[in-house]
């Protein structure tokens, strides 16, 4: 029989240095999925599921970044028996592709998607048009600190990726 949780924390990849070493971004994200599992847990029954295999542009060690995520996490306090098999996706579209395929064997109702303050509208966008519309999917924003220059560019880069989605549609084999 197939475990079933009443709420899934999906925790979206960001960049790791080329030690695996979690860079800012992608701690505050496993920081927020803490937060937010501590909320949840007390209430019924969550599971963790870290997205993020390989990348030029954001991992380029020879462990799947979801495996340095999920790491991070459990020395955090999140129990390890609670960590679902992980999307080892490389973008954004991929992490909600792969993450549905993971999550079609669980009846999960509610889906947490933990990303950063910046990535939030884009991912919705996303995961919205992927997944179930039965499923109820909320987007958890982490709030990342950033020097000014390169968080205003974050932010133009996902204004520009998100209205580039809304013109041409998401494209991706396998939807």
């Known amino acids: 029989m197939t475990k079933q949780f009443d709420s899934v924390i999906i925790v979206l990849g960001s ?25 949840l847990s007390v209430r019924g029954s969550c599971a963790v599921l870290p997205t993020g295999g390989f990348g030029e542009h ?4 020879n462990t799947a970044h ?7 996490m459990i020395d955090l306090g999140i129990s390890e028996d609670v960590f ?8 954004s579209i991929e992490d909600a592709v ?11 109702q509610k889906c947490f998607v933990v990303t950063s303050d910046f990535h939030a509208d884009r991912v919705k ?20 600190i950033l020097p000014e220059k390169e968080k205003a560019r974050l932010i133009a880069h996902e204004k520009q990726a998100l209205a580039g989605l809304k013109k041409n549609g998401i494209i991706y084999e396998g939807l």
Do not use: W
């Open 15 to 39: 960049p790791n240095d080329d030690t695996g070493k979690l860079l800012a971004n992608a701690k505050a994200r496993c920081e927020k999925a803490y937060e937010t599992y501590q909320q």
């Open 125 to 144: 966008f996303i995961f919205e048009y992927v997944y179930d519309k039965a499923q109820e999917l909320v987007v958890v924003p982490a709030m990342v």
């Open 58 to 61: 954001f991992n380029r060690t």
């Open 98 to 108: 792969f993450s549905n395929r993971i999550l079609q064997q669980y009846k999960v």
């Open 84 to 91: 679902l098999e992980a999307a080892l996706s490389r973008h």
């Open 66 to 72: 979801a495996d340095y995520t999920k790491q991070y």
